[in-house]
């Protein structure tokens, strides 16, 4: 089972939280294991007890890369999943300290600092195509997630009431 850690600085309530609910919810936990990590100074909103409620873990630590670094140590982490700007905070910090690979998921025009720093490690994806062309320079390394519209259901002329429930 690969050990997956989550990283949202300073998550309460938002979309990178919300796309981490999506991800556990939808995964094989038969094969993933996920672990929450954020900072303490974060506080604590309703989608962190979310995350619990899917049997997940949250590690909520000081804002420094040492003591992250020390968590996914302890976790056994082998993959970070970063929700992130583009910059380095503490969390991405520790993973490219510990030589985790990280996925750094960039929701909006940014280009990953982690990806400038550590190629081989960090792997920037973008949730449009637009960000993936004007902040991540259209960089075929770098990866667009795919909506989850299944868009072979639209294929021909569907419903009014039938593409709303795709």
């Given at each position: ?67 992250f670094q020390t968590a996914y140590q302890d976790y ?91």
């Amino acid at each position: 089972m690969m050990r997956i850690g989550m990283y949202v600085h300073w998550a309460a309530v938002g979309g990178a939280e919300d796309m981490v609910i999506d991800e556990i919810k939808y995964a094989n936990r038969d094969k993933f294991r996920y672990v929450f990590f954020t900072e303490i100074d974060s506080g604590w909103g309703p989608c962190l007890d979310e995350i619990q409620a899917l049997g997940v873990e949250v590690v909520r630590r000081e804002h420094r890369s040492d003591v992250f670094q020390t968590a996914y140590q302890d976790y056994g982490i082998e993959l970070l999943h970063v929700y992130s700007c583009g910059d380095i905070q503490p969390g991405l910090r520790a993973a490219l300290n510990a030589k985790i690979p990280v996925v750094d998921t960039q929701a909006c025009v940014s280009y990953s600092a982690g990806y400038e720093e550590n190629p081989t490690l960090v792997h920037p994806t973008y949730l449009c195509h637009k960000h993936h062309e004007h902040g991540g320079g259209g960089k075929p390394q770098f990866k667009v997630v795919v909506g989850g519209v299944d868009l072979a259901r639209l294929v021909g002329r569907p419903s009014k009431e039938a593409a709303k429930q795709i």
